[in-house]
């Protein structure tokens, strides 16, 4: 439908940085009354635009929503109904465990919080420690606990390949997930980048990863042991019985959605842009009246389709092929063209377009060729 629409508001604070993290995070809690009241401003300059659509989906990510004052995230739920009809039938809320208190989670289901998303990353406290999470295993069982009381629909996140760690313990992380049956898992290999703590202290040794015959054994043994206990892997890193996010199939299928906030990007009416990740920055640009981007950009018809189709592909159920060929003609024959050499194993060409399960394990080689 041409009038809905998905919203992402970036909520950057935490109590500390993860060593992995490359996510636009702060610790300067000092800045957050400063940084919201600039965020209801953003939200004022795209009121033209916005105006009359229908918000189906609603997400604030992090950083640590849980670690801010709700108080805060009404204003910013208040000031979207001034703009858009707000009829969400999804409003995701990311928790850390250390955060999790009854009234905190009452207080978000009543004022329309329905899927709430916890990270757990590892059940050993060891790595846990290493990765500075602040919180234990025992803590986090807690803290699901306490979400489970109010909502239906947890999504629970999950990590492999992490410092020191053994195929045993995503063995354990496995047992957890099976033990707890949440209705939803992410699970993500670790990516290491140049700008994080977590490069440093493994170019020098102080830090131990596991090699990549590991983490292919870890893959298997995850897709191997989902699978088994009932879980669809309905995308390439999540993992559903019956309860996709609704939000994130929205990027998925490339539909419309903006992002508020700090780094936060957006796709609305086949346009790009994303805001710059530096706080300061943004409450500079937003103070004078500027939308806060550090990037903008007019899709061409051949740009969206390989959009569409790299952002498809990372679904089980693929992209529709006449449905391709009906909305974007020769730009999908030729954005086709980069990766019909993997036609087979890897790719399924017909009826549908989508990786195999193969494909899945390789979907870096197939989704590069697009990017």
Known sequence: MKDEISIYVHVPFCSRKCIYCDFASTTHTELMKDYFENLEKEIDLYADELRGKYVKTLYFGGGTPSHVPIKYIERIIEKLAN??????????????????????????????????????????????????????????????????ESFENVNVDLMYSLPFEKVEDVEQDLKVI????????????????????????????????PSEDESEIMYDTIVEKMEGMGYKRYEISSWTKDKPCQHNLKYWENEDYVGFGLSAGSHFLHKRWVNT????????????????????????????????????????DGVDIEKMKKEFGENF????????KFCGEI?????????????????????????
């Open 83 to 148: 703009h858009l009809f707000l009829s969400v039938e999804e409003a995701t809320f990311e928790f850390n465990p250390e955060d999790v208190k009854h009234e905190l989670v009452k207080e978000l289901f009543e004022i329309g919080i329905n899927r709430a998303s916890i990270g757990l990353q590892t059940s050993s406290n060891d790595i846990l420690r290493v990765l500075g999470r602040p919180y234990t295993f025992d803590e986090f069982r807690k803290s699901y606990s306490i979400l489970r």
């Open 178 to 209: 099976e033990e707890l049956n949440p209705p939803h898992v992410s699970i993500y290999e670790l990516e290491i980048h140049e700008e994080v703590p977590l490069y440093s202290m493994m170019k020098s040794g102080q830090i131990r990863l």
């Open 277 to 316: 990740p530096e706080i300061n920055d943004y409450i500079l640009k937003v103070r004078k009246g500027e939308r806060p981007t550090v990037y903008e950009s007019n899709n061409s018809d051949f740009e969206e389709a390989c959009e569409t189709l790299f952002m498809g592909l990372r679904l089980s």
């Open 333 to 340: 024959e030729k954005a086709f063209s980069r990766i019909k």
């Open 347 to 371: 790719l399924e060409c017909s009826p549908r377009l989508r990786l195999t399960k193969l494909g899945m394990k390789f979907s870096a080689m197939v989704l590069g060729e697009l990017a």
